[in-house]
């Protein structure tokens, strides 16, 4: 089993982790511009899809740090069906 290098410049697994999770908002309305804006300018990734509602937004993230999404996202609303998925693992044909 070797051992897969990260080069963001050409290498598709950029970024490691595909995160993906659904945020239901608790007090306030969500709004999806926002959270993607924040998304955008905060946490390094790509393929970023933020979709949704005032009530219900769903996530698609690449990232490396899948931590501060996960962090970012429970402090707007309640976060479930979580999914945290490495791609590099994946590729190799392990469980992600």
Excluded at 67 to 88: F, R, T
């Amino acid at each position: 089993m070797g051992i897969n290098s990260i080069d963001a410049e050409d290498d598709q697994f950029a970024y490691r982790y595909d995160v993906q999770m659904l945020i239901d908002r608790r007090d306030k309305d969500l709004d999806e511009d926002e959270i993607a804006d924040y998304i955008t300018d905060n946490i390094e990734g790509n393929s970023l899809i933020a979709a949704g509602d005032e009530d219900l937004v769903k996530i698609h993230f690449h990232t490396n740090e899948p931590w501060k999404l996960l962090q970012y996202c429970a402090g707007v609303g309640e976060i479930y069906d979580i999914v945290v998925e490495d791609m590099i693992r994946q590729a190799n044909g392990q469980q992600g």
